[in-house]
């Protein structure tokens, strides 16, 4: 199963990703510099029975929508969530 995060810059998606597999899915300088994800990121997180679930971090800025597009374009399933507490 592969999960792709998408959204708006500097909302915590790469963090998030992070938090669950341990992997820091940012690997170019510039997405250090700039604070944000540029290119695509990967990572897996193994499960006890073998098998693994692997998780595309995307660009979340318009800059990069190519990017996001080329991450997002093999999905087959959507879960969108909203941030109520952000006005």
Not at 60 to 77: D, R
Request: hydrophobic letters at 45%; glycine letters at 14%; charged letters at 15%.
């Amino acid at each position: 199963m592969i999960f792709a995060t998408a959204g708006h810059v500097d909302h915590g998606k790469t963090s998030l990703i992070q938090s669950v597999t341990g992997v820091i899915t940012a690997h170019l300088p510039d997405d250090f510099f700039r604070g944000m994800t540029i290119d695509l990121g990967y990572a897996y997180w193994p499960q006890q029975d073998g098998s693994s679930i692997g998780f595309i971090d995307v660009p979340g800025h318009e800059k990069f929508l190519g990017n996001m597009l080329a991450g997002v374009g093999g999905i087959n399933h959507a879960l969108l969530v909203v941030a109520c507490d952000d006005g």
